[in-house]
């Protein structure tokens, strides 16, 4: 995918305050291209790792990540520490080995065949793999935010990462007084990263919550955005109430 994955979300920050907010393209996927140089997930997350300091500098920043951007988004946690205001992750791998995540059948709670017959068969074929609840709003979702990622990405850069797909170190043993508010969403029918992991996950972070979303798959902010929003609304008023606490002179729940 690419950064327009999540551009749905967008309204939510803007609502919030004077977000500035920075959408990536990882190596190898939409607009970013990956050298041959970029064989694995460490080479990825040390690009990132380096867009981030040159971008923010010592400026405190708050971070997202969905799926695998949700790995990446746990190794920036464990690099930048304190300077993360707060993480969110949205349906992330946890365990990267396939093999032993613990994943919930592959279960389609609304089919719409009429739909998928309508479709480009490759577009069909790519929503109907994800797609928990099958209709016209969560096809528009998926065709303006998933599919143009799908359509973008570098095949032999990512199969050169997917074959060597695990941080060399975890970042949980890197790290592990994290205080920042941490909000983990996963889809109760997410069959591709699953959420019994990532409910193991949040006891190493402080100040974690964990919020299983009812009919949802891996692409949880798509099949239940409102219940996304409200969750990430949520997330960065609790920020915000951190920063206040942290900040001299400034009054509670300000």
């Excluded at 460490?42 to 951007?69: I, N, P, Y």
């Excluded at 304190?82 to 709670?109: E, F, H, N, S």
């Amino acid at each position: 995918m690419d950064h327009r994955l999540l551009l749905g979300l967008d309204p939510v920050f803007e609502s919030h305050g004077s977000w500035r907010r920075i959408y990536v393209d990882l190596p190898g996927m939409g607009a970013s291209v990956a050298g041959a140089e970029i064989r694995s997930t460490d080479d990825v997350a040390a690009e990132l790792v380096a867009f981030v300091r040159a971008t923010f500098g010592s400026q405190k920043f708050a971070v997202l990540g969905h799926s695998f951007g949700g790995m990446l988004a746990r190794h920036l946690v464990a690099e930048f520490g304190d300077q993360i205001m707060g993480m969110a992750l949205l349906c992330a791998v946890v365990v990267a080995d396939k093999a032993r995540r613990v994943l919930p059948p592959a279960t389609v709670l609304q089919r719409d065949s009429a739909l998928l017959a309508s479709l480009d068969p490759d577009d069909a074929s790519a929503y109907a793999e994800l797609a928990v609840l099958q209709n016209q709003e969560n096809w528009a979702r998926f065709r303006d935010g998933a599919l143009p990622g799908l359509r973008a990405f570098d095949r032999s850069a990512i199969g050169r990462i997917a074959g060597n797909y695990s941080l060399s170190c975890e970042p949980e043993q890197r790290v592990s007084n994290y205080s920042g508010p941490t909000l983990i969403i996963t889809g109760r029918q997410d069959h591709v990263v699953g959420f019994e992991d990532q409910q193991r996950l949040a006891s190493c972070y402080a100040d974690a919550t964990v919020r299983v979303l009812e009919e949802a798959g891996h692409n949880a902010h798509l099949d239940q955005p409102d219940a996304t929003g409200a969750e990430l609304m949520q997330w960065l008023n609790r920020i915000r109430q951190a920063v206040s606490d942290r900040t001299p002179g400034s009054a509670s729940g300000q």
